[in-house]
């Protein structure tokens, strides 16, 4: 397995009162060892820029609006990585940052995954840990949502899929 989809979906939180939203960055935090597939998201009428840098890839929106709108993002595993931990998605206003939400996910199977279970040819690994090549749980997902934070600007569900 090395490649995934990362789907985020975000609306305008309907408590705050207004429509829409002027411009919108979506700074999406990679999980470890993976980076944005190349050409993976399409410039379009929301969509107006994507940026990336080493663990995060950034996408500037048009406007957001109460309604949903999500972005699946193709990414590539670069590099095997055990235990990996959680990563963080940031979305805020452009012209008031102060006005953001932010949510963390992850992949359980693979925050657990041993460092011997990516490789099983180290002297010091367990022959019976191997790696299969999967990097989520056995049902294909995960859907993982953060919940201690109040939503002040908009609403994240992000969920991961296996490709």
């Known amino acids: 397995m090395n490649s995934a989809q990362l789907l985020i979906c975000s609306s305008l939180s309907e408590s ?8 919108v960055l979506l700074e999406v935090g990679l999980l470890s ?11 379009d009428d929301l969509l107006k820029k994507v940026e990336t840098q080493p663990g995060k890839v950034i996408l500037y929106l048009d406007s957001m609006t109460a309604e ?9 595993l670069e590099y095997k990585v055990g235990k990996v931990q959680e990563a963080s998605v940031v979305i805020y206003s452009y ?24 490789c099983g040819d180290c002297d010091q690994c367990r022959p019976q840990e191997t790696y299969d090549g999967s990097i989520f749980s056995s049902d294909g997902h995960n859907l993982l949502r953060s919940s201690s934070f109040p939503a002040l600007l908009l609403l994240l569900i992000i969920t991961i899929f296996s490709v």
């Open 95 to 118: 012209y008031e940052p102060r006005q953001r939400t932010v949510r963390t996910y992850r992949s359980e199977w693979r925050g657990n995954m041993s460092t011997c279970s990516l």
């Open 16 to 23: 705050l009162g207004v429509n829409s939203t002027g411009m």
């Open 68 to 76: 949903e709108e999500c972005f699946t993002i193709p990414l590539v």
């Open 33 to 43: 060892g993976f980076a944005l597939q190349q050409d993976g998201l399409q410039t």
